[in-house]
């Protein structure tokens, strides 16, 4: 069992920036693939980045890359999402997720644990 609490979410003006953290609980940390979707209202759960479980697979949405990173401290059991240039568009509930293996799916059912959600807002 994984339990995923993600934090630093929060209201932010396009433009600026925000890093978003996910503290896991439990030793099998370091073998599970963690993810970060985001969900708009009125909209499906989306993928946002992936990474494997020793960080040397990652991979973004198109809508994010070369303006997001993800990276991960196994030692911290921490998952992070560095988010540059944000847009209104990135206005999402942000949400954590794990699983076992080492592929780095894109699917919301791919993943078997979820934490419960950070805010970020964009403002034009």
């Known amino acids: 069992q994984v339990q995923l609490v993600e934090s630093g979410g929060g209201s932010v003006q396009a433009g600026g920036s925000l890093r978003l953290s996910c503290a896991a609980s439990g030793r099998t940390f370091s073998t599970y693939t963690m993810g970060w979707f985001r969900q708009a209202p009125g909209k499906e759960r989306e993928f946002v980045a992936g990474?494997?479980?020793?960080?040397?697979?990652?991979y973004y949405a198109n809508s994010v890359r070369g303006r997001s990173t993800i990276s991960r401290d196994n030692a911290k059991i921490t998952v992070y999402l560095q988010m540059n240039s944000l847009k209104p568009e990135d206005t999402a509930v942000y949400y954590c997720?794990?699983?076992?293996?080492?592929?780095?799916?894109?699917?919301?059912?791919?993943?078997?644990?979820w934490g419960q959600g950070t805010q970020v807002t964009v403002s034009s």
């Open positions: 990474i494997s479980w020793n960080g040397g697979v990652t």
């Open positions: 997720a794990a699983k076992s293996g080492s592929a780095v799916p894109t699917l919301t059912s791919a993943y078997a644990y």
